[in-house]
């Protein structure tokens, strides 16, 4: 088994134990992942890492999937127990749960895996793992770092072609299309989520790009990303076809200014939600307030969303080798809406940007 893994399950364990939890359990992706390097896909069938301080990690897995598990980078090292189809796989892992206490769950087990567990550990109180694990997976190491960095210069590169490319007259979904195309062509495994939300769309965070054709005057917001190497790519930025619309362009520079203010406000020793205050500061005193309604990011790595979230409220304390996305917005109804988002690293000093794309405002044709 790879070191990396190995300290990975190593450290899993000591901080279960620490947080009084008698064991923790993790289904496929992607926290098994992240801990054995061990990546099936989630099924119906149980597959189940079973980590409990003092003991050596167990993997209970489907009989068929053994060989996989076995040849995977923490197969020789671990005790790797199959059940076979018609068997009871709840109580194969039960034989390895304690029979009291609490036990951490990964965030992503299925109900039905836990529902199964729950059934034969009735006096088991079953907990959320990410309380365990976030702040292992939330401190990127060099190589993870590397790879963020690739997905982001792959998802710089996808901005730049997009805006070489012709808006006006195009629907909202070509426009998409081509996201996803370059998303792929750059460099990623596979895209992710296209956003592309022109003129009074753009003034919905989360729009699903249809088939409103893109005007010249439009606003269009692009929030892209995919994932490379495992690890993912998450970026906006704001274009505007030919002459910006009336009040865009003070509104685009208020957004600008939020964003690098979050990101100086960004050093080890500050709390997550201190960044979100910064950014806040910014467009609230400039009256626009109650038109910044999320958060200013999340944590990302293995998923594109993660601790630690940069919300009011989270007093987390950021760590050198955390990775999160500093996105605020302003959203004006019917008119348009801007978002400007980087993903970031804490450094030992402050942080980095791993997408490297100008947020100069962006006039496209
Ligand atoms: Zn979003
Ligand atoms: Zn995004
Ligand atoms: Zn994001």
């Known amino acids: 088994m790879s070191d990396r893994f190995a300290q990975r399950l190593e450290r899993a364990a000591a901080e279960a134990a620490e947080a009084g939890f008698a064991a923790v359990i993790v289904a496929p992706f992607p926290d098994l992942r992240y801990l054995t390097g061990y990546d099936p896909p989630p099924l119906e ?15 209970i897995v489907p009989a068929l999937e053994r060989p996989l598990a076995l040849a995977s980078p923490v197969g020789p090292r671990l005790e790797v127990l199959g059940w076979a189809d018609g068997d009871d796989p709840y109580e194969a892992a039960a034989a390895v749960l304690p029979g009291e206490g609490r036990i951490a769950v990964g965030d992503r087990t299925w109900a039905t895996h836990l529902l199964g567990l729950q059934w034969r550990r ?23 770092l590397a790879t963020l960095a690739r997905a982001g210069r792959a998802a710089d590169e996808t901005f730049r072609q997009t805006c070489a490319l012709p808006f006006e007259g195009r629907r909202e979904e070509e426009v998409a299309a081509d996201l996803r195309r370059l998303l792929v062509e750059n460099g990623h495994g596979r895209a992710d989520f296209w956003i592309v939300a022109s003129g009074p769309n753009s003034a919905s965070p989360h729009h699903a790009p249809g088939r409103r054709t ?19 790519s998450d970026t906006t930025r704001t274009v505007v076809v030919g002459e910006p619309p009336g009040g865009f362009v003070e509104v ?106 100008s947020r100069d405002l962006k006039i496209v044709r």
């Not at 950014?279 to 999340?298: K, L, M, N, Q, Y």
């Open 122 to 144: 009735p006096k088991v109180g079953f907990l959320p793992a990410s309380q365990v694990i976030w702040r292992l997976r939330a401190v990127k190491d060099d190589q993870e």
């Open 214 to 232: 893109i005007r010249a005057g439009d606003a269009v917001v692009l929030d892209f990303g995919g994932e490379l190497g495992g690890y993912y």
């Open 252 to 357: 685009y520079d208020l957004v600008r200014e939020s964003q690098e203010a979050a990101f100086r406000a960004v050093r080890p020793g500050v709390a997550a939600q201190d960044v979100d205050r910064a950014a806040r500061e910014v467009i609230g005193s400039a009256g626009f307030g109650d038109r910044f309604f999320h958060r200013t990011g999340h944590g990302i790595g293995l998923d594109v969303h993660e601790p630690p979230y940069l919300v009011e409220g989270n007093a987390s304390v950021l760590e050198p080798g955390m990775t999160f996305s500093i996105e605020p917005g302003i959203y004006l109804d019917g008119r348009f809406g801007v978002r400007i988002e980087d993903i970031v690293a804490v450094t030992d000093d402050g942080a980095k940007r791993l997408n490297r794309s």
């Open 45 to 59: 069938r149980l597959t189940l890492l079973v980590l409990r301080p003092g003991s050596d990690p167990v993997l």
